[in-house]
């Protein structure tokens, strides 16, 4: 015994690909835009591309970890593989809201003030005033700089691999 189609089949499946379809169109398009990363870690104010880049990254991450819940509808040890992604998925994600975005390298790598020592020529009519720092102070502040350098350089390196991380576990971020 075969099903035959008929007309009100016809006239539904009309109806649920050219009218229901058009209307969830219209709703993600107006309303709730699902293409659409709201970066929560960024301003509202312009910010250079690469910045948009490595945030919005995160931004899909820490969606996927706080509004999906992958450890409730996934069963993350029924393979090494899985295992791996979920160990790296939740690394990556304490990563960037506990080290990364609340990493300050002016708290961690203070610059000393500018203290200058004030000396005084005369030529003619002419008096100059120099600002110049003390060699020991001028020392000190090369020091504070080179090791504020290299904490950002630092920051930099592990920010560039957690994001090679990230792109390689991409394909587990779906529930």
Not at 50 to 71: A, T
Not at 94 to 121: C, G, H, M, Q
Not at 124 to 152: F, I
Request: aromatic share 16%; proline share 3%.
């Amino acid at each position: 015994m075969s099903y035959k189609i008929t007309l009100w089949d016809r006239i539904r499946w009309w109806w649920s690909r050219n009218i229901t379809d058009r209307i969830y169109w219209w709703k993600c398009r107006l309303w709730r835009k699902h293409n659409h990363v709201r970066i929560r870690s960024l301003p509202p104010t312009w910010t250079d591309r690469d910045e948009i880049l490595i945030h919005g990254m995160f931004q899909v991450l820490s969606d996927y970890m706080e509004k999906e819940k992958p450890e409730d509808s996934i069963d993350w040890s029924w393979c090494s593989e899985h295992a791996h992604a979920w160990k790296e998925m939740q690394e990556l994600y304490d990563w960037w809201n506990n080290v990364y975005l609340k990493f300050d390298v002016w708290e961690e790598a203070p610059i000393r003030e500018f203290e200058p020592t004030i000396s005084t020529t005369s030529e003619g009519n002419r008096v100059s005033t120099y600002n110049h720092p003390s060699e020991e102070h001028r020392k000190g502040w090369e020091a504070d700089w080179t090791r504020h350098k290299a904490l950002e350089e630092d920051m930099e390196r592990q920010l560039t691999e957690n994001c090679i991380r990230l792109v390689k576990i991409r394909q587990y971020l779906w529930t």
